[in-house]
């Protein structure tokens, strides 16, 4: 878990049942990042072909006026710049590591699928088990309690209100 910092930019808390911060997440529907670069509505990315359409992303035929724009999804994949990271420790993570990539690819399927801006950027292994990066803060979680459900073992979670960022850790059992 993290530290605790009184006066410091994170203030975490160790509820069992983070409901603030669960309804933090749900107002910050839409991601801050560059909003000097607010698409145009209708717009399609140039990138991913997502489309911008009555101020909402979705997969779908490029709308006839259509402006080009790059989704904010893309921006952070290009710069490097995640807003969420699960990280899975323990033995079973580096036994079970073919498995769990499927599930996670899974999850990201369905969750892309009705939400393009939520993706994966990276996964990575570590000397513990592996990290994913992704695009958006719903992601984390949701892969999180798959293989929670799936595995067993414990979720926490820690968002970082001024950099609108996300760290979810699954401890395999
Ligand atoms: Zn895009």
Same mark, same amino acid.
């Given at each position: ?79 490097? /710049?995640?807003?969420?990271?699960? &990280?899975? %420790? =323990?033995?079973? !993570?580096? $036994?079970?590591?073919?498995? #769990?990539?499927?599930? *996670? ?14 993706? /994966?950027?990276?996964?990575?292994? &570590?000397? %513990? =088990?592996?990290? !994913?990066? $992704?695009?958006?803060?719903? #992601?984390?979680?949701? *892969? ?30």
């Amino acid at each position: 878990m993290g530290q605790q910092h009184q006066h410091g930019r994170k203030v975490v808390d160790h509820r069992p049942q983070p409901e603030r911060r669960d309804r933090l997440i749900q107002e910050k529907e839409h991601d801050p990042y560059k909003p000097s670069l607010k698409p145009a509505d209708p717009g399609v990315c140039t990138i991913c072909h997502a489309v911008y359409e009555e101020g909402r992303w979705h997969w779908g035929a490029r709308p006839a006026a259509a402006s080009d724009t790059v989704c904010q999804a893309c921006q952070r994949i290009r710069d490097h /710049i995640p807003a969420g990271i699960l &990280t899975m %420790d =323990g033995a079973f !993570v580096r $036994t079970h590591r073919a498995e #769990l990539l499927a599930q *996670v690819r899974h999850q990201e399927t369905l969750e892309s699928s009705e939400h393009p801006l939520n993706r /994966i950027m990276d996964i990575r292994d &570590t000397s %513990d =088990g592996m990290t !994913v990066t $992704t695009t958006d803060l719903h #992601l984390p979680r949701r *892969v999180a309690e798959a293989l929670r459900s799936h595995h067993h073992g414990e979720v926490t979670w820690q968002y970082d209100d001024d950099d609108y960022f996300l760290r979810v850790h699954w401890q395999a059992d």
